[in-house]
């Protein structure tokens, strides 16, 4: 049926939802309507012949959000075509149902979820889908029996299917590609240099708005190990009152003043997995208060240990919280070798994914800034550019808070500034 509903969308959006190819596939700039475009065409799909249509997010969040769009445009299709939709025969947060017994399917995504299904398959920011081979691999036998395959994504790494889809020889998917520099020449409705001030990070800025796969050959944590750790339960905020009734929390505390962020990360271990029940940031926050948030998350809570940020102008609250506090705190020196020790720790974890963290661009932009670097003496080096959103702060009290967690015993090196008189050795671990 011809849908009048499409005056809604821009050119670019056109062109995607008119491809009827078999397997399409579209890299896409960030905010330019993705998710509003296939969920519209998941929509004009099911209006046809009866059909089951499945859309695949990252998250639950993102498929919840999916689902939304989906109902936002039946309840405009209802108002333009009276008659059509006067009655859904079936709705819940994740499937619809049209009068035409056609379904509307939203669901995290999962090699499970897709095996199996007869039906259109929708994968929303393929690229950010755990297990993206997997679920290809299970999902791709649908073409076969004449359903349609339909991909989209802002670009994450090299690391994953979508850009293996993106770079295949032509003929294997019909190809779109739209920059926000396209998506404004088009009619989208965007202030390109105060997005571009906002992001302030030129290599975030050339993946997730000119569509450019970063070469991820000097990362530590890849875009696809950071993606598989997302997780909608993992948290940046929980409430004071439940911290007393967690049995096992580990703080990482990572600390600055004035050019860089201070991080307060609070893992919860469950199991042999570690998740993410806060991260507090702190810019330009003085010591005082950074000192008295510290000690109400001690004083009010079940945390077994707490690595804190010993070098340079952290080494004074470092030693005041060990001295208050006693062996529940760790002070810990930055020293090459204890970063190298805590940089495997943290990697060690996202590759067999004990680690779950909060879906947020800062946390995966601070976490992937990381870079391991061999200097011609053949020593090791982890450095990150240094920017308005910090210097891998958030990185480093993660891998603090992993270390406080983690069985793996770590050589601590620690010299105290002088107070009251008294200095400690350095050497002291755990």
Known sequence: MALSGRHILLAYQKRWVDDTSPVKVWVASRQIGKS?????EAVVEALGDKCDN?????????????????????????????????QLERESRTEVMLPNRSRIISLPSSPSTVRGFSGNVYLDEFAFHSDSREIWRAMYPTITRGYKVRVTSTPNGKQNMFYELCTAPEGAASKHRTTIYDAK?????????????????????????????????????????????EDDKATLEMAPETLGRRPELYLGVDIGRKHDLTVFWLLEKVGDVF?????????????????????????????????IDATGIGAQLAEEAADRFGSRVEPVAFTAPVKEDMATTTRRCFEDRRVRIPASREIREDLHSVKRVVTRAGNTRFDAERSRDGHADRFWALALSLTAGSSVTVPVEYSSVVSRGLRFGAGRGW
């Open 54 to 86: 499945l859309i695949l997010s990252s998250s639950e969040r993102q498929s919840k959000e999916v689902m939304m769009k989906v109902m936002q445009h039946l309840r405009v299709l209802k108002a333009l075509a009276p008659g059509i939709l006067d």
């Open 275 to 307: 998740w993410t029940r806060m991260v507090r940031e702190l810019r330009g926050a003085p010591f005082a208060a950074q000192r008295e948030l510290l000690y109400d998350l001690i004083e009010f809570s079940s945390i077994r240990r707490i690595c």
């Open 185 to 229: 020449a088009d009619g989208l409705d965007v202030d390109i240099e105060k997005l571009k001030e906002g992001v302030r990070d030129p290599e975030a800025w050339a993946q997730e708005y000119e569509c450019q796969f970063i070469d991820e050959a000097t990362a530590f944590l890849t875009h696809e190990m950071i993606s598989s750790a």
């Open 36 to 40: 509003f475009s296939i969920s519209f």
